[in-house]
Nanobody, 125 residues
Framework: QLQLVESGGGLVQPGGSLRLYCAASGVTLDYYAVGWFRQAPGKEREGVVCMNHFGITSFADSGRGRFTISRDDAKKTVYLEMNSLKPEDTAVYYC???????????????????WGQGTQVTVSS
């Protein structure tokens, strides 16, 4: 069974950068779509970015141009590079995965079957 564990969160100043990690175990991610979601205080969980197993990505407007998703299937790791961070990026960030299909991945959370425990990102001066 696929298991996901996030890491790399922490405190960063506005305008700074942070790299999040999602380590997979149990099975490889070769045939999975992966995504990053976040939940800020007082807000519902929202999708940030996702990537299908062919490398095609979908971005939410919140992270477009600032965030980058990448994956290394050999290392069974998914990355989220976050640049030009803003205070409104403060949230718990979750890694998620689902069996991939032909076409783009989706940024709604319901289709994703596997979730990590989350890692806290705080953007503050």
């Amino acid at each position: 069974q696929l298991q996901l564990v996030e890491s790399g969160g922490g405190l960063v100043q506005p305008g700074g950068s942070l790299r999040l990690y999602c380590a997979a175990s149990g099975v490889t991610l070769d045939y999975y779509a992966v995504g990053w979601f976040r939940q800020a205080p007082g807000k519902e969980r929202e999708g940030v970015v996702c990537m299908n197993h062919f490398g095609i990505t979908s971005f939410a407007d919140s992270g477009r141009g600032r965030f980058t998703i990448s994956r290394d299937d050999a290392k069974k790791t998914v990355y989220l590079e976050m640049n030009s961070l803003k205070p409104e990026d403060t949230a718990v960030y979750y890694c998620a995965a689902k069996r991939s299909i032909v076409g783009r991945c989706v940024l709604s959370s319901s289709p994703y079957d596997y979730w990590g425990q989350g890692t806290q990102v705080t953007v503050s001066s």
